[in-house]
C-alpha cells in the first residue's frame, strides 16, 4: 500500500468471476499476500492484510474482461464527504 495525495493504493487479486443466470458478471477480488515470485506484493500486504471487494458487472462489453489470478492495482480516492453532501 502507497499514500498519496489521491487516496490510498492497494493491490487485489481476482479469486472468481461468477456470470448469472440474470446477464451479469459477480467478480469476487481479495488482497494480494506476500509472494516469492511477485516480491512487490509483500509491501502491499504489509500494510492492507487482509480485504475483500466484490462487484457486479451488467455492461456487456466488461465481461471476459477479469480473470481468476488477475491483479490489479485499486486506489481508494475520496470524492466526497458527509458535509459536502
Keep these: 500500500m502507497s499514500t498519496s495525495p489521491v487516496g490510498?493504493?492497494?493491490r487485489f487479486e481476482v479469486d472468481s468471476v461468477l456470470s448469472t443466470k440474470?446477464?451479469?458478471e459477480?467478480?469476487?477480488f481479495s488482497a494480494?499476500?506476500?509472494?516469492?515470485?511477485?516480491?512487490e506484493n509483500?509491501?502491499?500486504s504489509n500494510?492492507?492484510?487482509?480485504g475483500q471487494i466484490a462487484l457486479t458487472i451488467t455492461n456487456p462489453d466488461a465481461f471476459g474482461l477479469f480473470e481468476p489470478g488477475?491483479?490489479?492495482?485499486?486506489?481508494?480516492e475520496k470524492v466526497s464527504s458527509r458535509a459536502q453532501a
Design 47 to 50: 500494510f492492507t492484510p487482509q
Design 8 to 10: 490510498i493504493v492497494t
Design 70 to 76: 488477475d491483479e490489479y492495482r485499486v486506489t481508494f
Design 42 to 44: 509483500r509491501v502491499f
Design 26 to 28: 459477480i467478480l469476487q
Design 22 to 24: 440474470s446477464g451479469s
Design 32 to 39: 494480494v499476500t506476500p509472494s516469492a515470485t511477485k516480491p
